[in-house]
């Protein structure tokens, strides 16, 4: 198993990091008492101590909402995964909640400004990419019924489907489920977010992977 970046994308965003983890042996239920309580600190905490006027220039929302008007993404339409996340708790709602496993990785997601992709590994063939699109190449994303053809952009790709937009959309395909047992974490960096946020955000979310879920990381890499 591994995770690379294609050389036609080093070429044009030669700073681009990526930090990897397969953490193995989960059992994912819908919810957890504990973590909810942990969702609920981390939302207060957001709320006393950041407004939505700041937002925009907090941690590294600014480098995500560059990076998206670089690649042809207006980033007040789609926002950058870890700013949707954190704009809803300011705005007086709660994250998403979809089960366990993705609370845990969305949590993460939030504290540390990152944006995280998570796949079931166990649906993912050969070596995972970050590369451009292929004329012609079809996309599903989580929540659509069909998939589509895509202009070309920037996506994460084993070596028969993609796996997600990136950095801001998973695929139906590969996405994460209560009968998920091994998930595939990547945190996806852009130019002018650190290296330490992305390695910190994967640390964190195997880790609340590991107290939630109860898998086992197996491996860890950034390139």
């Given at each position: 198993?591994?995770?690379?970046?294609?050389?036609?994308?080093?070429?044009?965003?030669?700073?681009?990091?990526?930090?990897?983890?397969?953490?193995?042996?989960?059992?994912?239920?819908?919810?957890?008492?504990?973590?909810?309580?942990?969702?609920r600190r981390v939302e207060?905490?957001?709320?006393?101590?950041?407004?939505?006027?700041?937002?925009?220039?907090?941690?590294?929302?600014?480098?995500?909402?560059?990076?998206?008007?670089?690649?042809?993404?207006?980033?007040?339409?789609?926002?950058?995964?870890?700013?949707?996340?954190?704009?809803?708790?300011?705005?007086?709602?709660?994250?998403?909640?979809?089960?366990?496993?993705?609370?845990?990785?969305?949590?993460?997601?939030?504290?540390?400004?990152?944006?995280?992709?998570?796949?079931?590994?166990?649906?993912?063939?050969?070596?995972?990419?970050?590369?451009?699109?292929?004329d012609g190449e079809l996309f599903m994303g989580i929540g659509d019924v069909e998939a589509k053809p895509i202009p070309r952009q920037l996506v994460l790709a084993d070596d028969e489907k993609i796996l997600g937009l990136y950095p801001h959309r998973d695929s139906e395909l590969s996405k994460i489920t209560l009968s998920t047992r091994n998930v595939l974490l990547i945190s996806c960096g852009v130019p002018g977010v650190p290296l330490d946020s992305l390695r910190n955000a994967i640390i964190f979310a195997w880790k609340l992977l590991e107290d939630y879920c109860g898998g086992k990381c197996e491996w860890f890499d950034c390139i």
């Amino acid at each position: 198993m591994s995770v690379v970046i294609s050389p036609e994308v080093k070429s044009v965003f030669p700073d681009i990091r990526l930090c990897s983890a397969l953490i193995r042996g989960l059992h994912i239920d819908e919810h957890n008492s504990s973590l909810d309580l942990e969702v609920r600190r981390v939302e207060e905490d957001f709320r006393r101590r950041l407004s939505l006027d700041a937002l925009k220039d907090y941690g590294n929302v600014r480098a995500y909402r560059d990076f998206y008007w670089r690649i042809g993404i207006d980033p007040t339409k789609q926002r950058p995964a870890a700013e949707a996340l954190i704009r809803r708790v300011l705005q007086g709602k709660s994250i998403p909640r979809i089960n366990v496993a993705v609370d845990s990785i969305n949590l993460a997601s939030m504290m540390f400004v990152v944006s995280i992709a998570a796949y079931d590994y166990d649906k993912v063939v050969g070596k995972v990419v970050l590369r451009w699109s292929r004329d012609g190449e079809l996309f599903m994303g989580i929540g659509d019924v069909e998939a589509k053809p895509i202009p070309r952009q920037l996506v994460l790709a084993d070596d028969e489907k993609i796996l997600g937009l990136y950095p801001h959309r998973d695929s139906e395909l590969s996405k994460i489920t209560l009968s998920t047992r091994n998930v595939l974490l990547i945190s996806c960096g852009v130019p002018g977010v650190p290296l330490d946020s992305l390695r910190n955000a994967i640390i964190f979310a195997w880790k609340l992977l590991e107290d939630y879920c109860g898998g086992k990381c197996e491996w860890f890499d950034c390139i």
